[in-house]
């Protein structure tokens, strides 16, 4: 009780005062569609189990959000996150079970490709909804919902629909998600007249100009089955839901889902409305779209990250460039990352550099470190070079064509794919060399050769290729990565001597080098010298 009293004088986050107007605001236009039980403030003495939660104001997508934080509070006696077990497979587990949303993205694709391989003639389509109010449809039981109480202003608040901010919201949001999918699977087709109005708003248009992209089959991606061609697929995360089906269909396909999304999270004329709202609905229907923060083209079977995302982070990254002295907040370091390593999820140069961001940053931000609140908005870490030289490096890259191939990728090499040839590389300060039994070819340079090019080569013993200094010259990843260059150059000009196979090409680098994160990062920091001759 006297951690619920500390609570209770502490009142929320500073945020929520900060914005108070924006706060009350978005109180007002959410207190709608909420399930709340509302208290005069006082009573919060005479409830039992009743937990205070702090309130915080979050800034998401250039709009504010109320957050309740459930994870931290103004006392040491931990908080109402600290008690709900992580999402596990095991599935006994009820107090938080286990979720499924974060291989939505990949399920998705998967089944894009899969159906090419089966009908490689046959355009396919997918639609992409949103949940209104996604959590607070799923209702806590009374005995629970003094847990994640709040206070704000005269009134204490008791949540009936889950919050935003307890570990278990996803958990039980995506038991439903998941028997939506279900369900959608279950229907069967109703005459065109009977569609919903959401369905019938649908318009499609189908890209009849170019061929269609095919991609061959393998061990990981076989056709789909007869059973599986003619079932409803959709792929959820979290509140965003994608329906793929090819073209002759998709109605029939986005109006099983819609049907299923009002049987679980509701429909009718109650004062929440319908769970998938018509000022949310994309009527139009097409081969490219936009699923979680991606462009998925299944024309040109390729995803890429979308060019006003770029534009954006463009605009961040040279306000920060404009600053002096250039120096960034805790906070902000962790969002420029995040972007970029979110961006590196189909772009492998985006993985690159954030790598190098991430190391530059987090080395300065070691002389920022404080154990104040107020550190992850108020410090300063001030950009070294390196940083700075990382950012230029994506300045350059950032407002490349929507479909460069830079920020870019086809869907079949995005995934786990069967590959047709390999070549294997390695390096050691003795010298490097490489070789591929399929395309018949067999290299090596020796030291002596590289210092006569020009590399910085650490002396060596002569009995063990050991380096004999342990510091200074040049470092081991660097020829690991120099390896894998010229074994690939070899095999691009392999390639082109063989011509065209079916299918293409797919190429497996094999590289025996240190842990990934060190190999990337020491060779995107160390100078080569490279010869024209």
Partial sequence: MSATVLREEYDNHPAVAAN????????????????????????????????????????????????????????????????????????????????????????????????????????????????????????????VAVAFACVYSDYLIVPVGQVFGSRNAPSFYCVLANLREVLATCRVDVPLEQLHALVRKCTIAIDTSTPLCTVPADSRHPPLSVTKLVRMYNASYVDDNAVAAFAEHIKQAINH???????????????????????????????????????????????????????????????????????????????????VRSASEIAPWGNFLSFNLQNALTQAAKNAFSDKRSWWTCSRIYLLRVAVATIHQLL????????????????????????????????????????????????????????????????????????????????????EYLGALINLWICIKCVILLGPINGGYILALLIDNTTAVSWMSTASRTKILFHRD
């Fill in 20 to 143: 108070s107007s924006k706060v009350e605001e978005k109180f007002a236009k959410e207190e709608w569609k909420a399930y709340h039980i509302h208290y005069l403030r006082f009573v919060f003495q005479f409830i039992p189990g009743l937990v205070i939660n702090p309130i915080q104001w979050v800034f998401d997508k250039g709009k504010g959000r109320i957050c309740i934080d459930c994870s931290n509070g103004p006392d040491d006696l931990g908080s109402i996150n600290t008690y709900i077990p992580k999402p596990k497979q095991d599935k006994s587990s009820e107090q938080c079970p286990p979720i499924h949303y974060q291989f939505a993205f990949k399920r998705l694709l998967r089944q894009v490709l899969r159906m090419r391989i089966t009908k490689p003639t046959s355009p396919i389509l997918v639609h992409a909804d949103n949940i209104e109010a996604a959590f607070q449809r799923v209702l806590y039981h009374p005995d």
């Fill in 257 to 339: 889902s819609v049907m299923s999304a009002f049987e679980v999270f509701g429909h009718g004329d109650n004062r929440r409305g319908d769970c998938l709202q018509d000022k949310k609905w994309e009527p139009e229907v097409t081969e490219t779209f936009l699923f979680l923060g991606f462009c998925i083209n299944t024309h040109n079977m390729t995803v890429s990250w979308p060019l006003y995302k770029r534009e954006d982070l463009h605009s961040q990254l040279v306000d920060i460039l404009k600053l002096h002295p250039r120096c960034v907040s805790p906070c902000e370091m962790a969002k420029i990352v995040g972007i």
């Fill in 396 to 479: 350059e890259t950032l407002l490349a064509p929507e479909d460069s191939p830079l920020w870019s990728r086809p869907i079949a090499l995005y995934l786990d794919r069967d590959y047709t040839h390999s070549a294997y590389s390695d390096a050691g300060y003795g010298g490097l060399g490489g070789w591929s039994a399929n395309f018949s070819f067999l290299w090596r340079l020796t030291r002596d050769t590289l210092v006569e090019a020009g590399f910085e080569m650490r002396e060596i013993k002569i009995s063990s290729n050991d380096p004999a200094l342990p510091d200074g010259f040049l470092h081991i990843n660097p020829l």
